[in-house]
């Protein structure tokens, strides 16, 4: 078991950068579990971005935000990151990060809060 919290969101201008961070907050177990980050912005489903393995040998992303966003890991740390660069408007959502599913976007049972992501035109 493994509580998540996400750190980094903001608002920042269309063509812009951010970094969002995934903590592990409790649990002695996410060096075991793959990493997913998912957004969901107003009136949309919630919706896969991208995911990493627990070794961080092996990413997938969504073909939305391939080549723009950027997930990686650092097990010492006990953290998950997510890089965005060239954010554009369709990127404002609630972003959200996962433990425990597959690269596929399926399956996972540990969530954080949320971080808002907004940009602007």
């Known amino acids: 078991q493994v509580q998540l919290r996400e750190s980094g969101g903001g608002l920042v201008q269309a063509g812009g950068s951010l970094k969002l961070s995934c903590a592990a907050v409790s649990g002695r177990t996410f060096t075991r579990y793959s990493i997913g980050w998912f957004r969901q912005a107003p009136g949309k489903d919630r919706e896969f971005v991208a995911a990493i393995v627990s070794s961080g040998g092996n990413t997938k992303y969504a073909d939305s935000v391939k080549g723009r966003f950027t997930i990686s890991r650092d097990n010492v740390k006990k953290t998950a990151y997510l890089q965005m660069n060239s954010l554009k408007s369709d990127d404002t959502a609630v972003y959200y990060c996962?433990?425990?599913?597959?690269?596929?976007?399926?399956?996972?049972?540990?969530w954080g809060q949320g971080t808002q992501v907004t940009v602007s035109s």
């Open positions: 996962a433990a425990g599913g597959n690269l596929g976007g399926s399956g996972y049972g540990y």
